[in-house]
């Protein structure tokens, strides 16, 4: 065995820098495959689109938050603001935080969904739920739905 060792230095120690390597690499990738620096990236922009976008928008006053998500299939990074009060004014929008591009939104005023859309893809989705009758929760969820394509991949 000493022998085997003393022989193959160069190649045991090769394959000890791949195994490191490859750990290594798989600390810094997440599940879906994006790694921690685009995350961090995205944090870091979600964070600013927030602060800038937030304080344009008279709905935020009463409090309001957000949550970004790297897509790694689409290579962009998105921000969900939400604020307000569902009883009486509430908003949430869907930015692509590295072009502070606003993709959509609910607004909900009482208990109407005054403008409810969103860009999916090449297409603007309209949500279907903006009749008093449906009530704004209806469209709510209808656009956290829709913000899925964008949020979970």
Known sequence: MVKFIKENKLTIAIIVIIILAIFIVSLLTKKDGSSIIEQQNCSKKAEEVYLKNKDSNIAWLSGSDYTNHFNKKMGKCFVLIKGGNLNIEYHSVLYDAYENKELGGV?????????????VGDTYEACKSTLKEKGMFSAVAEFDNLTKFYMEN
Do not use: P
Not at 109 to 116: E, G, P, S
């Open 107 to 119: 607004h909900t005023l009482m208990d109407i969904a005054v403008v409810c859309g969103l860009q």
